[in-house]
């Protein structure tokens, strides 16, 4: 037995709301790169339920009411030798299934935990007026943001006085969903997040727990796609995996309709999006029939908006922040980078994993934003550079159009610097990370490796498909989660023991739950509270409220009037959130495709203003229709479209439900020029 360690994968999942019962699992391979043993499939289509790997098509975005499904989180149980699971990447690892032997026992059965909570409302609001640095300089010196719903009794909020303790009891109970824990495994298969079912961690109940759901008045609480009365259900499968479903993208206001006044911070609100933690137990079995518990580790479930276009991949994703954090905060790989000494300039990144996926990203932008001819024809250029190449003769030679992150100006400077994006919160513009960066100039001087020295195990590869599929760059505050995965203080530090990229989240002594008493606090509060705090719900409460005010917000913006480049608009997270998209529909019967279209389109989008169209003016009008924005794909998986074959290596929006189509094609970029300001 002390042969093996044991770590669930992914060590962040992401399940993703949608207003069907129905589901789909979350993408096991790498949004943008090349799939092995599938020629011309590109990663990050999500997996079809009850299959290993196969990818879903369009038909399997809706169900038979057009309702866009949800995505699952699937979380399996991986061995390590234990004198190998110290290093990054481990390699290897092998998954446990039921039946399996582990030593000289059998897995008889996987128990697993998990407990999720919605804290947004308990949080501190992220739009804090006349101030214009980064959101993580707020919580410096001890100081934090006001916080949100710091209501009179009319219910209006005061964003300079803070009176309530964010640990109120009463304050908790009022602006936490918690549903407390669910187990499931062989004996019990599949358990809601819901009041009704009974809380359960591992094998012991616990009917005593004090589960919250949003309050108010049932006569006045305004849930047009009704009410928030569940976070979700978890499931295993036939082979004991774990199988974690979020809400339905439900938004409501406890007190009547609220207006939807700002992108981010919306007093009233609460939205069924959550995350916790994820455990897991291995019940061995021996030969003489005694049982064995074994503790498999801990990973994390996030559940997040909708994959409206899920083989697009970040031009820096989440991994990409997680990654960096890990190598320049926790000594990831010393052969790479140590604090002492930083990065080892005799270091040679692999091509497929470490530099490829930039080019790829860049080249793969065109089909969610409008780029003109020149530009979509450079950036196919950047995606076709292989390992073969000789930096020196490629268009990326010298990295003369790589905004450079340790030059803290460039961050000022627009085209034609790449990325072509909005900045983090306080940067005007999108900078690779430090680690990326670094990646490219030893590309540049042509010190790297076709292949990798140490591939990734399958586990880890499921790790970086997961964040892969998720945003990075632009956390202010962003979707799937946002700048406190900067932090070190939210990870397990001994990572070369548990794994990397591990959420540590505050012990919970379920044992300590009091009836009537919430069980959540207010939680960690970034550079004010220390190592293990984070609880339920801490990792999605620092966005937006709801989240589809925000998602429809994160078109196009102008910069700030004091850069380069003020007349020109440019994308927030088009690969999260396609801003132009060519329409499967409107593909001609030569394969020819059809002009851009706004994504998020039809009625309540147009205004005359370029720089505000592409989303609802009204921003409640996203509250009804966010499901029914159509999703990109690679051609060779759309088949919604009868009579036509789609161009395979394109990837265009199927299956949109808005109304309006066709609305104006939207001009290519540049597509707008502004009055500059005075």
Not at 53 to 65: F, K
Request: charge should be negative.
């Amino acid at each position: 037995m002390t042969s093996s360690v044991f770590r669930i994968h992914p060590a962040i999942g992401f399940a993703r709301v949608g207003d069907s019962e129905e589901y789909y699992l979350a993408p096991e391979t790498m949004a943008g790169m090349p799939v092995p043993g599938k020629p011309g499939l590109t990663g990050g289509l999500p997996v079809k339920p009850g299959t290993e790997d196969e990818p879903i098509t369009a038909s399997d975005l809706r169900d038979a009411d057009g309702r866009l499904k949800r995505q699952a989180a699937r979380f399996r149980v991986f061995a390590y030798p234990a004198d190998g699971a110290a290093a990054y990447p481990a390699g290897g690892g092998t998954e446990v299934k039921l039946g399996d032997r582990v030593g000289d026992k059998t897995v008889v059965d996987i128990i697993w935990t998990v407990h999720v909570a919605n804290k947004k409302g308990n949080a501190y609001v992220l739009d804090v007026p006349g101030y214009d640095g980064s959101i993580i300089e707020r919580y410096a010196d001890g100081r934090t943001p006001p916080l949100r719903n710091v209501q009179s009794e009319v219910g209006q909020t005061s964003l300079t006085v803070q009176v309530p303790n964010v640990n109120d009891p009463e304050r908790v109970k009022a602006w936490t969903t918690d549903p407390g824990p669910r187990a499931v495994g062989r004996d019990l298969r599949k358990a809601a997040f819901d009041a009704a079912t009974e809380a359960r961690a591992g094998t012991t109940a616990l009917p005593g727990y004090t589960k919250l759901f949003p309050a108010g008045d049932p006569n006045t609480v305004y849930a047009p796609r009704g009410a928030i009365d569940t976070l979700g259900h978890i499931e295993t499968d036939d082979q004991g995996r774990l199988i974690v479903l979020g809400g339905y993208g439900r938004a409501c206001s406890v007190n009547g309709y609220q207006v939807l006044g700002s992108d981010v911070d919306n007093d009233g609100w609460f939205d069924d999006t959550s995350d916790g933690p994820v455990t897991a137990t291995l019940v061995l079995q021996g030969a003489d029939g005694a049982l064995v518990h074994v503790d498999a580790g801990q990973a994390w479930v996030v559940t997040a908006d909708p994959a409206y276009a899920p083989q697009i991949l970040n031009t820096v994703s989440l991994w990409d922040e997680l990654y960096d954090t890990f190598v320049r905060s926790f000594d990831l790989q010393p052969e790479l980078y140590t604090r002492q000494d930083g990065y080892k300039r005799d270091y040679a990144p692999s091509f497929p994993d470490h530099v490829e996926p930039v080019f790829k990203a860049a080249s793969l932008q065109e089909w969610t934003t409008n780029l003109p001819g020149m530009a979509r024809q450079a950036h196919r250029m950047v995606g076709e550079i292989s390992a073969k190449d000789d930096p020196a003769r490629t268009i990326m030679a010298g990295l003369a159009f790589v905004r450079d992150p340790n030059l803290p100006t460039q961050s000022n400077l627009g085209a034609p610097l790449m990325p072509l994006g909005l900045g983090d919160s306080g940067k005007a513009f999108l900078s690779p990370t430090y680690t990326q960066y670094f990646f490219l100039e030893q590309w540049d001087k042509g010190r790297f490796e076709a292949e990798p020295s140490r591939p990734l195990g399958a586990g880890e590869r499921l790790d970086r498909a997961a964040l892969s599929a998720c945003l990075g760059g632009r956390f202010s505050p962003g979707i799937d989660l946002t700048f406190t995965v900067r932090q070190p203080d939210v990870y397990q530090m001994d990572w070369w023991e548990v794994g990397p990229f591990r959420i540590a989240a505050r012990p919970l002594s379920y044992s300590r739950a009091v009836p009537g008493q919430p069980f959540l606090t207010g939680g960690y509060v970034p550079l004010n509270s220390g190592h293990d705090t984070v609880e339920p719900g801490d990792m999605t409460k620092f966005m937006s409220v709801p989240w589809h005010t925000d998602y429809n917000s994160c078109a196009t913006h102008p910069t700030s009037p004091s850069v380069r480049n003020i007349t020109t608009l440019y994308w927030s997270w088009p690969a999260q959130r396609p801003v132009h998209v060519r329409v499967a529909a409107e593909v001609q019967p030569d394969g020819e495709l059809g002009p851009y279209r706004y994504s998020v389109r039809g009625t309540g989008t147009g205004d005359p203003d370029p720089a505000n169209q592409g989303r609802y003016q009204d921003r409640g009008q996203i509250i009804p229709n966010w499901s029914s924005i159509g999703v990109v794909l690679q051609g060779s998986a759309i088949d919604t479209v009868p009579g036509k074959a789609m161009p395979p290596n394109a990837f265009l929006e199927a299956e949109s439900r808005l109304d309006g189509l066709p609305d104006p094609a939207v001009e290519p970029w540049p597509m707008n020029e502004l009055e500059p300001t005075v």
